[in-house]
Structures are given as structure tokens and as C-alpha cells.
């Protein structure tokens, strides 16, 4: 999936600020439990997204409008989980963000 799609890429790097961000301001355990689940959502979404589009391709390698509305409906499910990751991550990370800035200018 890393090899294939250009967009795991992204997550993948997402992923790794997310997780070096929870390490430097020691979240909580729920806190972390939100953020893994919310990272596996997208990874979950982009391996289906991955095999549908690779189905799609070896059922018909020619353009079908079907098969098209299949491949954007499955790279909507990855937008959706994106979104919600960050409007997850948002939530947790923001407060940490205002205090360490209030500290850091105060």
C-alpha cells in the first residue's frame, strides 16, 4: 500500500508528527487510545481504498462509469477517516498546543 498510493505517504508522515507530538506532551492513555484509533481508521480506509482500486482495475482495465463511481466512493471513505482523524487529533492536541504556547510567550 506505502509502494502503490502516493496518499499513505502523507498519512504515514501525518502519522509520525501525531505520534511525536502525543510523546512530547505526554498524553493521557485515553488520549492515546483516540489517537490510534483514529490513525487506524485512516490506514484502515486507505488499505480498502487500495484493494478496490486494484480490483476495479483487474475486473475491467477500461474506463466504466461504475467502476469509476466504486474508485471515488472509496477514496471519499479515506477523506472521511482523514478528517475525522484531525478533527480527533484537534481536539486533543490544541489544548496542549495553547498551554505550551502560553508558556513559551508568557
Given at each position: 500500500m506505502?509502494?502503490?498510493q502516493?496518499n499513505?505517504?502523507?498519512?504515514l508522515?501525518?502519522t509520525?508528527?501525531?505520534?511525536s507530538?502525543g510523546?512530547?506532551f505526554?498524553i493521557?492513555?485515553?488520549?492515546?487510545?483516540?489517537v490510534?484509533?483514529?490513525i487506524?481508521?485512516?490506514?484502515?480506509?486507505e488499505a480498502?481504498?487500495t484493494?478496490?482500486?486494484?480490483?476495479?482495475?483487474a475486473?475491467?482495465?477500461?474506463p466504466?462509469?461504475?467502476i469509476?463511481?466504486?474508485?471515488?466512493?472509496?477514496?471519499?471513505?479515506?477523506?472521511?477517516?482523514a478528517?475525522?482523524?484531525?478533527i480527533?487529533?484537534l481536539?486533543?492536541?490544541?489544548?496542549?498546543f495553547k498551554?505550551?504556547l502560553?508558556?513559551?510567550?508568557?
Amino acid at each position: 500500500m506505502i509502494k502503490s498510493q502516493h496518499n499513505a505517504w502523507i498519512h504515514l508522515l501525518a502519522t509520525t508528527l501525531v505520534i511525536s507530538c502525543g510523546l512530547f506532551f505526554q498524553i493521557d492513555p485515553i488520549e492515546w487510545c483516540l489517537v490510534i484509533l483514529a490513525i487506524l481508521a485512516v490506514f484502515v480506509a486507505e488499505a480498502l481504498n487500495t484493494a478496490i482500486e486494484f480490483l476495479c482495475d483487474a475486473v475491467s482495465p477500461a474506463p466504466h462509469p461504475l467502476i469509476q463511481k466504486s474508485k471515488d466512493v472509496a477514496a471519499g471513505a479515506v477523506l472521511i477517516s482523514a478528517i475525522g482523524a484531525i478533527i480527533i487529533g484537534l481536539i486533543i492536541f490544541l489544548p496542549y498546543f495553547k498551554a505550551y504556547l502560553w508558556l513559551f510567550f508568557n
